[in-house]
């Protein structure tokens, strides 16, 4: 039997239960256009909202009860999640199929895999970040930048002016090249092989849908391909891993760092499963996020094309054509407004979604344990008295701009805020401060661009646009998107 989830006077909002069938479309279409649907559930009903409240019914918790989905947003919900985490709890990015683990052979790389700093909460979590921490100090985002220009250079010296291109999917392995160089060692160049395409393509199955709906390890269905690609993947890191330890000596990888890493008060040392944990949740978090910054900034600078020139003026002046590097980051303030910005607007991961490990008083409502919070970055960044107009694309509030720790949170925030987001600003206005100083970016005339995604905000269909030359757009009507993304953004025309 279902029982509402009330406050002392009253029942949590969100639409009617409704059938089976329907809770199960409502949940699909979640899953399909996460901020659309959530858009018109806060306007309808305010800023907690039950998607549905019966037991059993899921998107992300592993547990063997749920008994509700619930969305919300707002400083105040970030605020308490971040305050105490050890209520509001995280768990690996195969979410449901964690479940899984262990209950076959081909199951136990589960235990481990996409776990990372998603999979331990505690007092866990505070040592393993501390274990972390080391491969994201300022000396080593040095050396993560070098890598990150020569790739970046590598990867865009037969881009030509007059030709169009899929930025998304561009981006995409522009920021996997990076990712497996940084955290394994290895370039796999533009041809997506390599570590990182397979921890693609057993990423591509888990977050299929067909994946958790049939979990069973059936020649022909997703959840066995899954596990293929999850097993050549663990193979091959382990490989890798033994060959490092044959070195016996520390690279410059993050790899190579955690197999050395050691808390200096407990001595603990990270275990190969742990390291495999970390290493794969670090190179979803990071490459996914960073390429649609990018793609959604470059879509952006395209619609704004004013904004494009006072960006390519502060370039020129201070880079004069050449190669960027971190030293000159602190003299590109524009550069960081339009990031900044940009993920105000359509932040790459939308959500931050938690799993109630006990019950919990959230705007006056008992939430139960068990049940899941998923916290709107996106809507919380919609907030017009922090942000006036906060559907236009405006850079220059950032001069006067002082959101608090929970109000602005594309990376999150508290302790489990990204603990690589130094490494992704880094690398994101580097490789824009690149991209922008050989072309202007055009999207192509009639695109219907389309958000989806609930983990990450995505171009639903790409992002074809045209590499024009950069003072090409003087006097010039610039074309103008069209598709559902226009009711996230203003944009003009």
């Not at 964690?98 to 700093?117: D, I, Q, V």
Request: proline content about 6%.
């Amino acid at each position: 039997m279902t029982h509402p989830i009330r406050s002392a006077d009253k029942e949590i909002p969100g639409p009617q239960s409704g059938t089976w069938l329907v809770r199960r479309r409502r949940i699909a279409a979640f899953a399909e256009d996460s901020v659309g649907l959530s858009t018109r559930l806060f306007t309808e009903f305010g800023p907690i909202v039950a998607l549905t409240r019966r037991h059993g019914e899921r998107l992300y918790s592993p547990l063997g009860e749920c008994p509700g989905i619930f969305l919300s947003y707002g400083s105040e919900a970030f605020k308490q999640a971040a305050n105490r985490h050890d209520t509001y709890g995280k768990f690996p990015l195969t979410g449901q199929l964690f479940a899984k683990r262990g209950t076959s052979g081909r199951t136990e790389p589960l235990n481990h895999f996409l776990t990372g700093l998603f999979g331990v909460n505690g007092e866990a979590h505070r040592q393993h970040r501390r274990l972390l921490m080391p491969a994201f100090h300022k000396q080593r985002l040095e050396a993560y930048a070098q890598e990150t220009v020569r790739i970046s250079e590598s990867f865009l010296r037969d881009w030509q002016t007059g030709t169009q291109r899929d930025v998304a999917a561009d981006m995409q392995l522009l920021t996997m090249r990076i990712a497996t160089k940084t955290l394994f060692g290895e370039d796999v160049g533009n041809s997506g092989a390599g570590t990182g395409g397979l921890l693609r393509e057993a990423m591509r199955f888990s977050s299929h849908w067909l994946t958790a709906a049939l979990p069973w390890d059936m020649p022909g269905l997703p959840y066995h391909r899954f596990l293929n690609a999850v097993s050549v993947y663990e193979r091959e890191m382990r490989g890798i891993i033994q060959r490092k330890r044959a070195l016996g000596q520390e690279g410059n990888d993050v790899l190579s760092m955690l197999l050395h890493a050691q808390d200096a008060d407990s001595g603990a040392r990270l275990t190969e499963d742990e390291v495999l944990g970390h290493v794969g949740v670090l190179f979803a978090a990071g490459h996914e996020t960073s390429a649609n910054a990018l793609t959604w900034t470059l879509f952006l600078l395209s619609q704004y094309p004013e904004v494009a020139r006072d960006l390519l003026d502060e370039l020129e002046g201070t880079l004069r054509g050449g190669t960027p590097g971190p030293e000159h980051l602190d003299r590109l303030p524009f550069l960081e407004r339009v990031v900044q910005e940009s993920m105000r607007v359509l932040p790459p991961v939308p959500w931050n979604a938690r799993v109630l490990l006990g019950a919990t008083e959230l705007g006056g409502f008992e939430l139960p344990a068990g049940a899941e919070l998923w916290l709107s970055i996106f809507q919380t960044h919609r907030s017009p008295d922090l942000f006036p107009e906060p559907a236009k694309f405006l850079p220059a509030r950032w001069e006067s701009a002082q959101p608090g720790p929970f109000d602005y949170v594309p990376f999150s925030a508290g302790p489990r805020m990204c603990i690589g987001a130094g490494f992704a600003m880094l690398e994101t206005r580097l490789i824009l401060a690149m991209l922008l100083q050989r072309f202007r970016f055009e999207i192509v005339e009639g695109a219907a661009i389309d958000r989806a995604g609930i983990v990450v905000l995505a171009p639903r269909r790409g992002m074809p646009m045209r590499l024009c030359h950069r003072d090409s757009s003087a006097n010039k009507t610039v074309p103008t998107a069209k598709g559902n993304i226009r009711e996230l953004v203003e944009l003009p025309g």
